[in-house]
Every structure is written in structure tokens, then in C-alpha cells.
């Protein structure tokens, strides 16, 4: 996943561990939006 090589070791380490709920502010917050668009469901224009 390219979105993994924008985090840091410890942040790496905090995701394997279980949760994005175990991230404080402003980090919950950065990587839910990086999160958000893999899991939304995207609607054709067309």
C-alpha cells in the first residue's frame, strides 16, 4: 500500500497494533482523511 510509505515507524507500529481509534488528535484526523477515499464508494460521472 503506498499510503503506508507516508508513515512514520511509530505510526507503522500504531496501525499493525489494532487501530486507528489509538491515535490522538491531529494524527487520528491526518490519517483517516488519507484513509477515507480507499474505503469510499465512488459514484461514474457518466
Given at each position: 500500500?503506498?499510503?503506508?510509505d507516508?508513515?512514520?515507524e511509530?505510526?507503522r ?21 488519507m ?12
Open positions: 500500500m503506498a499510503m503506508m507516508d508513515l512514520s511509530e505510526e507500529a500504531r496501525m499493525r497494533a489494532g487501530s486507528l481509534l489509538a491515535f490522538d488528535p491531529p494524527d487520528h484526523i491526518r490519517l483517516r482523511r484513509l477515507t477515499p480507499e474505503f469510499t464508494i465512488r459514484r461514474d460521472a457518466g
